[in-house]
Structure formats: C-alpha cells, structure tokens
C-alpha cells in the first residue's frame, strides 16, 4: 500500500510508492555533449575570460584577477537579477510588481578542471564553505536584500548548463521566497504549540528510528527525510540549534566540509553520477527580524540546513496541479542505499 | 531591467526577463517518443489496459472489445489505489496516511498518429466530457476530495507512451497548491468581493496585451505572472467554479479553444512537450464566489533548477506579453469541424 506522508514543516503531502520502488539502477542518468575543457572559462590562467572578481581566496601575492586562487567569485554573465538600482514597487491593475535587483554571483570552487564535487578533498569544500559564508555576510550589508540562496546545479539535467567546471551560486532577492516563507511560518506554527524547534525534534526522532540517517559526524547530521518529495533527496542538519547558517563555528564548519566530502560521494557511488541540486536554507537576514510578527521567535524555532536533489525524475502535470510530488523511492530504502555505499 | 511580478492568489513572485527576453528559437526541441511495438492504446489491444470504466462506442458495441472513439480505463501502473481506508496516524513529528485515490487514463483517440492538436472539434469535445463525466462519477465516493486533470504530452512532460492521452487523479485530501489558491482567493474576495479571476479576465480584456484567443465563452491568455515561458491559461468568461458543472455549450466552445490554443503553441514552438492541467474547486457542496475553474498550459522549454526548487521563485526568459503576441500572430492550418 502506497503511503501518503505529510512534511511537517510546510504542510506539503508526498506519496511515497512503497511497492514500486524504484533502485538506483532504474535511473538511468544521461550525460549530454559538454563544452571541453579547452574552452572552459573557468579554470586557473583563463581569469580574464570572465567578469572581474568580486572575492577570491587566493595565496600570498598573487594579484586580483589573477591566477593563485583557490575559490573565486565572480558576478553571473547572465544574472537573472541587476544590482544597481532601486526596487521601485508599485502595481499594475491588480498585480504587483517590481524591479529585479539582486544579486547573483558564481563561486568557482576550484582551479582545476574538477566537473563533480565529490573528487574534492575536504580542504576544498572547506575554502568552498568559507567562501559561501564570506559573500552571504557582505550581501547581507546590502539593505535592498532580505533573502540570499546559495545553491549548486550539477549536470546538465540540473541546469548546469554546458560549462561542466565545479561551480555554485548565490542569488540575492528582495524578497523573502515562498518557499523560504512557507518553512518559516510552518516552523513558527510547531513553535507556537509546542515551544521547541521542529527541526531539532526531527534530528532527535531521526537519531532514534536510525532508518533514514545516511551519515552523522560529530556535529552534523545527513538524513533522508521522512516525507522525501524525490527519490534519495538528503537534507543535512546541524546537530546544534541555530537558525543562521552564518554562525556557524569553525570546528562545525570544518565537519560540515567532510559530511559534504561523504555525501556527495556516496551519491555518486548509488546513482552512477546523477545530475543533482543542492540549496541552503536559513534565516532570512538578521534586520528583518525587528519586524512585527514573523521574526520575533526566528532564532528559537527555525533551524538552518542543506537540501540536496539528484534530479532523476520528471515533474509533470500533476506534481504541477498539486504541489503534491510522487516519489517511487521511500527514504529508508534511499537511506539504506547511501549508508551501506563504498566512498 | 527586468521584473519582478507577483501572483495575486498564492503570493509567488516570479522573475520575468523584460531585458534579453528569449524568443522561440532560443529553445531546444526534445526527441520524441519512440513508437512502441504494441501500444496497449491502440485498436486491437484492449487486453493490454485493465478493464474499461467509461468509453465512447457506437451502440451495440461490447466493452472492452474494438471499434470505439474513446476509452478510459485505471491506469496499469497506478500512484494511488482504490480499495482501502485512508488510516490516517502519526509517528512522532510526521503525519501519515495510505495511498488511497483514483487515478485514471483518458485515452482520447484510437488513432496513434494524431495528438490533441490534431482531433477534431467533436472528438475534443468527447474528452472533455469524458472529464466531466469522471469527475461526476467519482463524487460518489466520499473520502475522495479533489479530482485533477492533467495531460502529460511528451518525454520531457512525463508522458512514457505517444498515443494521445491525459490522466485523472482523484486524492483524499485537497493538495498544496490548490489549497494555496483556493486560500489566496478567499483573502482576495474577502476585501473585495469579487472573484480574483474575474477580476484577471476583465483587466486582461481590456489591456488586451496578453490575449492569445477568445470566442463566446471562453478567453486565453498569457497571465501576467507567467511562472514558464509561453504558460497560457483558458478561463471561462462567466463565473464558474466548477469544471464538473460545464453546459453542452461551454464543451463545445471549449473544445474549439483548446484546439486553437494548442495549434497556436505548436505554430509557434515546433511542436514542444507541454503540461496542461485543469484547476478546478474541490468536491464539496458549496458554491464558490471567490474561485473559478482554469486550464494552464504550460509547455516545457526550460529547466527547473536549484534556484527554483529552493525559492519557489521561477525565472521566466520570456515576457508573458511577448509570448501572447507571437501566439496571436502565427498563421493557423484552416480549422476542420
């Protein structure tokens, strides 16, 4: 009998066919004509093929702009959001509307022509995760912004689109996104009742049952959750409680480097080197949180995390229709998967 | 510079690229399906689908047997099931409850060669009251509460055989979405009493900028949020809640727009895989004043990516504004009756 599960956080039903399973080998990941890393504008020695860098971690004495780097950030060559310039609200009959500013900028995550994460070393997710927690800090100086998502595309079926070198992003928005929200609010809700966060029930209900954990380090947790809108979707948790990815410590950080390090191997292991998406949620920016209502008990009841998606199945009309997302692979047998693969 | 637009009723905004707006042509055209030997849709292979619920014969015709227009049956490979109790229960934090629900294949035509563009007005027609007369049907049974329809038209839509056909899934709770609309019609009507859709019509009708095509009863546009490139919805011009309850006029005047409306896509697009689902109110007994039922259209060109999945906040290259005049403009293939 198939199942229906409710995610607690947003309300979102998921069913969850536990009699057509799917395993990874029915997934089938295609792999579709890249540009070649002659071409690729990416790598070390080829800095002036892109815009100029807004950060760089980079070695002693070398030069902006230059080779010596290890993570580099650039703005997008397509930005799907403008920097300069007001938001300028206003309507239109019935409608709202808005300028697009925002931010939106590239983190190459290494000189080398590195395509999948996975063969990084965790030195290099760990420069990667500094980077990430550098450029959300400064955007957050911006006050046009409320809302920063670093997220990564991986593989062409993910977006990626042909460059094929290891890079995430960050968009910054001037308004705090639906789904941010909807997280946000469905957090307050448990909050309000019970007066403990939601998330950190979960981890604790997780670390039980044991079933749907794929990996836990000291301080992070990495699980597939209960109510999985799609097959081996993973969500990493912090083990403390925080609400802002942006305080993370150093020794959580450097954890956080190597879970990153586990998981995306492990994926890669299951899935044969599936397309994927990754995003971090958290608190959307601290001066918000002065504001009637919403964000007076943010840092009690929200909990930041990591979501990641290997993109193997097709949403079609009725996942479009519903919100409702059908998922042939239950996340304790996902999670078996992960746990039990060779990195 | 390009904008940033709300939707009115559930509060999503949406990125849409006024400045480098990207045309037709900037799309790639996914493979096609290829034709499987047997296909279980066609003449002949009745006995490949489980029996049928409802068809379209000529009298005297035995179910299940040949010689029909059109035919539904349970879908073989079926997300939710029929028999059983909704066993609503917890485990700790999570809320859970079985899989229980309908879902259903339209098969619209016996003829594999023709996809819904291609039917005729009459045979449009019998799909949409093969809709109708589901959606009818299942009302019977009390623990379901929403009934949607949905056509998945090509590989990268989520169709896995050719033969032209759309889908019915009946659930036992109102989904997300719905009830994010459903709730977001209600905040609007509150203020204002008017229905928000009604309200769309009529502006939309006015500026006349995103009409695609229109006749007697009904309208089709690209709605100001357009959340996908070339997304086209068809609303009633009346105010109708409930797609179930649609007259033997408003079929036919609905058949002769989706078949324009999809002929202008494929004018347009060179035949693009596309979605189209039916948003209707949920199955209760009250009128609502606040909601009126829709199709949206949305054909699939781009990618949904992390950005997307992480917001709820879509990109959309190409200005709903621009998409409804190209779709205006392209020249239709005389219309057969």
Partial sequence: MPELRKDPLIGRWVIIATERAKRPVDFIASHDDPLPQSECPFCEGKEHDTPKEIF??????SSTNGDGWSVRVIPSINPVLRIEGELNRRAKGMFDVMDGIGAHEILIESPQ??????????????????????????????????YALWFKNHGEIAGAGRIQHARSQLIATPVTPKRVKEELIGARRYFEDKERCVMCDLLIQEREAKVRVVYESEHMVALCPFASRFPFELWIFPKRHSCDYLTMQATELDDLAGVFKQVLGRLRA????????????????????????YWKTITEDFHWHIELIPRLTRVAGFEWGSGFYINPTPPEEAAKYLREAHV | MSELRRDPITGRWNIID??????????????RIPSSVRCPFCYGNERMTPPEIYAV?????????PDWQLRVVP?????LQIEGDLARRGIGVFDLCNGVGAHEVIIETPDHQRQMADLTLPEIGAVIKAFQARSLDLRGDKRLKYALIFKNYGLSAGASLEHSHSQLIALPIVP??????????????????????????????????????????????????????FEIWILPKEHRHDFAQVTADEVADFARLLKETLGRMRGVLSDPDYNFIIHTAPIELREREEYHWHLELIPKLTKVAGFEWGTGFYINPTPPEMAAKLLREVALPVQRA
Avoid at chain 2, 57 to 65: E, M, V
Avoid at chain 2, 181 to 206: I, N, S, T, V
């Fill in chain 2, 176 to 229: 997300k979405r719905v009830q994010e609309e459903l709730k977001g019609a209600e905040r609007y009507f509150e203020f204002r009493d008017r229905c928000p859709f009604c309200d769309m019509l009529h502006q939309e009708l006015q500026e006349d900028e995103r009409v695609v095509c229109e006749n007697r009863s009904f309208v089709a546009f690209c709605p100001f949020v357009s959340s996908f490139p």
């Fill in chain 1, 56 to 61: 760089a971690l980079r070695q002693n004495g």
């Fill in chain 1, 270 to 293: 299951v899935l044969n080197d599936p397309p994927y998406n990754y995003l971090l949620h958290t608190a959307p920016f601290r001066r918000q949180r002065g504001k009637v209502g």
């Fill in chain 2, 75 to 79: 879908n073989k490979f079926p997300a």
């Fill in chain 2, 57 to 65: 014969r000529s009298s005297g015709n035995a179910a299940n047997g």
């Fill in chain 1, 113 to 146: 022509h590195v395509i999948n994460a996975a063969d990084f070393s965790v030195e290099q997710f760990r420069a990667v995760l500094q980077t990430s927690v550098t450029r959300i800090t400064d955007l957050e100086k911006d006050p046009r912004f409320r």
């Fill in chain 2, 18 to 31: 006024t400045d480098s707006p990207w045309g037709p042509e900037a799309f790639k055209v996914e493979p």
